[in-house]
């Protein structure tokens, strides 16, 4: 079935998609509506040809008037049927104009031509406003009575009479024909301007949905993109280092390398469960194919001593501290273990040489420190990827909870890791961007 906008000239489409309106009722009005330069010449026609010719008969009367009337009277038709025909939709106060003077030059010499004024009122309420509907009346309304004195005036037989006895009748009459093509103008053009209105607050609410899709489709992307850094980067840093030490120790000591080896390939195997989490999530739910890894709640501050392990597993001397009782809110315990994770990456990545990293994650008044420090040489902000994702990652994590970041040199040398998260804050009212396969999360 074809949809059809409610109202002419508003496109049936909005960004991101069809807007689809119901289909407005009457099948005349419908055609009238999408011919809209057929309407104007019937209307046009309709004024024009039974109003010139019968000024034309009138020259072969009795009586006839003189020439240079008769010619201003046609001439004055003419130019209201071309104004009819051009101006009636697009300025309908220069066609209000018009058949002002049409009025005064026709009507009093000859045959009544108040049917300008009518349609010229009738757009200027549909096409204009209302208020210039009412003062294109008011003004209409002195033109006709003026008309009709002038008339008074021009058919005296001795004096002027700009009062005779017909001229009041003849300005009311104009006045309620007036008064009645103003109303149901006003009337048509308040509905037609309602419609218009309520499509256009239509498509505005459509425009408004499909960015929203386009921002909350950034942001997954975003949360996404910092759940895949935190994973891979964290995970091929250590094999990395793993492996190369691995190689380095394999002529003098097999044994050891061999261990290596066995922590490289059991930190791939961690970060394959961590990925198949991740897709897991993303993809379908099938009751058939879930694994239990895929349902595994994320990591929390609970598996921070294992982490630990694993980086002085690769070399890294790190030393861990908590003070505090524990963090309830598994949110907040992924985002802490996220930033310790991120900060040891870091420091195995850029402190290889570092003699200590202390480790601290303190928990009171309702905040939460985490502290990643060590001692190794500061490396140059080139090295160290300012830029890169980790930072930026863990700066969006923080602010989640409404805390502060810093990183950069230590006091005497090494590099200082600091982030402090509010704990009352650990279910916003806004939606947060947890663990991408924590079966908590309502995403």
């Not at 280092?241 to 290596?260: I, M, Y």
Request: aromatic share 6%; hydrophobic share 45%; proline share 7%.
């Amino acid at each position: 079935m074809t949809e059809a906008p409610i109202s002419p000239g508003y496109p049936a489409s909005v960004v991101g998609g069809e807007l689809r309106l119901p289909k407005p009722p009457g099948v005349v009005r419908q055609f009238w509506a999408r011919h809209p330069w057929l309407t104007d010449s019937l209307i046009t026609a309709l004024y024009f040809v039974p109003t010139f010719f019968g000024s034309i008969a009138t020259l072969f009367v009795s009586d006839p008037p003189p020439a240079w009337i008769a010619v201003a009277q046609l001439v004055a038709i003419a130019v209201a049927a071309a104004a009819i025909l051009l101006f009636r939709r697009r300025r309908p106060w220069l066609l209000v104009i018009i058949a002002w003077l049409v009025c005064l030059v026709v009507y009093p010499f000859g045959s009544t031509d108040v049917l300008p004024m009518l349609l010229a009122l009738y757009a200027l309420a549909v096409y204009g406003s209302t208020r210039s509907a009412w003062i294109g009346f008011a003004g209409s309304t002195v033109v006709a009575t003026a008309s009709s004195y002038i008339a008074v005036w021009a058919h005296a037989d001795d004096t002027v009479a700009p009062f005779g006895a017909n001229a009041p009748a003849s300005a009311s009459q104009f006045t309620v024909l007036l008064l009645i093509a103003t109303l149901i103008g006003v009337t048509v053009g308040n509905r037609r301007r309602y419609l218009n209105a309520l499509i256009a607050r239509a498509h505005d609410l459509a425009r408004e949905r499909d960015q929203q899709a386009q921002l909350a489709t950034a942001l997954e992307r975003s949360r996404i993109a910092r759940e895949m850094h935190d994973i891979v980067s964290h995970s091929l840093t250590v094999m990395v280092t793993l492996a190369d030490g691995s190689a380095a120790t394999a002529g003098r000591d097999p044994e050891r390398a061999a261990e290596a080896m066995q922590l490289v390939a059991e930190t791939g195997r961690a970060a394959l469960v961590d990925m198949r989490r991740m897709l897991g999530v993303l993809a379908e739910p099938d009751e058939t194919t879930t694994c239990p890894d895929e349902l595994a709640p994320q990591p929390g501050t609970a598996a921070l001593p294992e982490l630990v392990e694993r980086f002085r597993a690769a070399g890294l001397p790190v030393q861990l501290t908590t003070v505090g009782p524990a963090i309830v809110d598994p949110n907040l315990q992924l985002t802490v273990y996220r930033i310790v994770q991120e900060g040891l990456t870091n420091a195995l990545r850029y402190a290889a040489t570092a003699h200590r990293v202390d480790v601290s994650v303190e928990h009171a008044d309702d905040t939460v420190r985490v502290d990643v420090i060590d001692d190794a040489a500061v490396a140059s902000t080139s090295e160290l990827g300012s830029g890169g994702k980790g930072l930026v990652g863990m700066r969006e994590r923080v602010a989640l909870y409404g805390g502060t970041l810093e990183a950069g040199p230590g006091s005497t040398r090494g590099w200082r890791l600091h982030a402090e998260l509010q704990a009352e804050e650990a279910a916003p009212s806004t939606p947060t961007t947890p663990a991408a396969d924590d079966p908590e999360d309502p995403a």
